[in-house]
């Protein structure tokens, strides 16, 4: 059974930066493409950023580019998304997911994860 759990939100203001950091147990991490995605108040869930098991390839929202990075250290088994130039727009709550059933080197779609921590808070005040 994998397990994913997000840590690193919090309460900041405009144009901080923030580092979060998804620590996953069991399966084959290495292996799985992860991704981000947020959920904002009376919103859909969104795609943030996406990284390939060996952590060569990335894919980001157009809206985030140049202001998030993810990254992984998969000998630490763990997944961060370095977030900076936090905008009011950005509070949500951040999910990070495991893909652990795909053959796609990375994954831009939630329902291509089938692996999910229960998600962090940042709340970004202007």
């Known amino acids: 059974q994998v397990q994913l759990a997000e840590s690193g939100g919090g309460l900041v203001q405009a144009g901080d930066s923030l580092r979060l950091s998804c620590e996953v147990s069991g399966g084959a991490f290495s292996t799985y493409p992860m991704g981000w995605f947020r959920q904002a108040p009376g919103k859909d869930r969104e795609f943030v950023a996406t990284?390939?098991?060996?952590?060569?390839?990335?894919v980001y929202a157009d809206s985030l580019k140049g202001r998030f990075t993810i990254s992984r250290d998969n000998a630490k088994k763990t997944l961060y998304l370095q977030m900076n130039s936090l905008k009011p727009e950005d509070t949500a709550v951040y999910s990070c997911a495991a893909g652990s059933r795909t053959s796609l080197e990375v994954v831009t779609q939630d329902w291509g994860y089938d692996y999910w921590g229960q998600g962090t808070q940042v709340t970004v005040s202007s």
């Open positions: 990284i390939s098991g060996t952590g060569g390839r990335t």
